[in-house]
């Protein structure tokens, strides 16, 4: 008998007939997110999970005690209760890297729609306000020498850095250690302290990853540092940032904009930021291209096929399990 998966949302066919070749799957036929009862319920026969979108924690766990392995889509797994997976002996896994190119990207796109005002001009056009052509109106902020400050210089941010490089940006960044001589040469990518970072970025974008030490890690003393002329690009997560701060310091115009992809209590919104039009909102499409949502799903699978065949998965989250 084929051991038995779950996989919490529907995933592209290809990744399931790789799965289904090895194991009973059964997939969750809604694009939505199973709560932790529901979930635990599915998952009580399964000896691995490829979750998608869904919390795991101690509630789905102890209803699931076959599990060997919960196989994350996705980078960021501030989803899962880690530490109680790893006492339980379950494996935790991740996509890392097969995502960086197009979270990169949107990163880029809001940094340049909040920076040339792109959403608004639009809304401009279509609300039929557009009856001339003004040369005083609609200014926006050149890219071109200005300061790109990156928080978290990982994978993301690093390719966020390139981006900027090709805008000629200057690079700074503020991350837990200092990135490798080569990375730092080659981005001519400088390290400072917190406070400078905030204090010198014209363009501030968030690339830490979800956890306790980052829980609002740009609040409001953090937002008082920064330029009047300068924007917050966040495609990280949205308890990174204060939001109620946040919205404070757009309202009263204390920093030019924001870009946002990720929300404190998404898919709510604080209502004030639906009122700003100096902020472009997105609904957590940081990684939705085809080629990577794809790419997650066939490297989430693999990562499960590993761990069920008792190999090592290439990303591990949790190597404790592995004593
Ligand atoms: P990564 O390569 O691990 O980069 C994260 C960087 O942040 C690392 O350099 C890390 O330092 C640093 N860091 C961690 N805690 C920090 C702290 N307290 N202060 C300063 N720096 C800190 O991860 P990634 O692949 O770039 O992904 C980053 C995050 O982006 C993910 O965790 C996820 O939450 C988010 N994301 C969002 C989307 C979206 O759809 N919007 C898509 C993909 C990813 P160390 O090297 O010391 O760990």
Redesign the pocket.
Known sequence: MKPKIFVSRPIPDQAIERLAALFEVQVHPADAALKPPQLGQACREAAGLLCVGVRVNEEVLSQAPHLKVVANC???Y?NIDVAACTRRGIVVTNT?GV??EA?AD?AFALLLAVARRVVECDRYVREGRWQRWEFGSLWGSELHRKTLGI???????QAVARRGRGFGMHIIY????RAPEAIERELDGHLVDKEALLRESDFLTL?????P??HH?IGARELGWMKPTAFLIN???GKVVDEEALVQVLKSRQIAGAGL??FEHEPHLHPELLKLDNVVLLP????ATRETRLAMAMLAGENLIAALEGRRPPNVVNPEVYG
């Open positions: 996705g980078v960021g501030d890392p995502l960086t979270t949107l928080c978290g210089f990982g994978r993301i941010g503020h991350s837990r250690r690339h830490v990853p979800y956890s030490e980052t890690m495609t990280a997560r992809d990720v957590h499409v940081g990684s």
